[in-house]
């Protein structure tokens, strides 16, 4: 069985009249860009924990991680309708990297779904991705 060697935080957070469920590792405040993970379909963000465990204690130390469930995927809140939009979640990112890092440019990572609203973001929001993976 795998041992977690970074236990994550969770939190809950409003976002678009949702209740989303976040996993946050590292510092709680930071002067380095925060490191926002989001996940693909059918995922959630806890998914990420094998990366956190894998990255340097100086790296953990110095940022915070954020890790969110996306709207209707693990602990956050699916919508009223049984439809997902991608202008939703490219909102809902938006709305939680106010929460997180107002006014501050993030390293956004992205993985299968989360990866093509990490790309239409940077697009759509170049200001706010300082990296892109």
């Known amino acids: 069985m795998y041992q977690v060697k970074r236990p994550s935080?969770?939190?809950?957070?409003p976002i678009r009249n949702l209740r989303y469920h976040v996993h946050r590792w590292g510092a709680q405040t930071s002067?380095?860009?925060?490191?926002?993970?989001?996940?693909?379909?059918m995922d959630v963000g806890a998914s990420y924990q094998f990366l956190v465990d894998a990255l340097s204690p100086e790296f953990v130390a110095q940022r915070t991680i954020i890790a969110p469930d996306w709207r209707g995927f693990?602990?956050?809140?699916?919508?009223?309708?049984?439809?997902?939009?991608?202008?939703d979640y490219l909102a809902d990112l938006d709305f939680l990297l106010d929460h997180y890092a107002p006014g501050q440019a993030v390293d956004l990572v992205g993985h299968s779904m989360g990866g093509n609203v990490a790309m239409l973001y940077?697009?759509?929001?170049?200001?706010?991705?300082?990296?892109l993976v």
Do not use: C, I, K, M
């Not at 940077?122 to 990296?131: D, E, S």
């Open 74 to 87: 693990g602990l956050s809140e699916a919508p009223g309708h049984d439809n997902y939009w991608f202008p």
């Open 9 to 13: 935080h969770t939190e809950f957070v």
């Open 122 to 131: 940077a697009g759509v929001r170049p200001q706010r991705v300082r990296r």
């Open 31 to 41: 002067q380095q860009p925060p490191l926002v993970l989001v996940h693909g379909w």
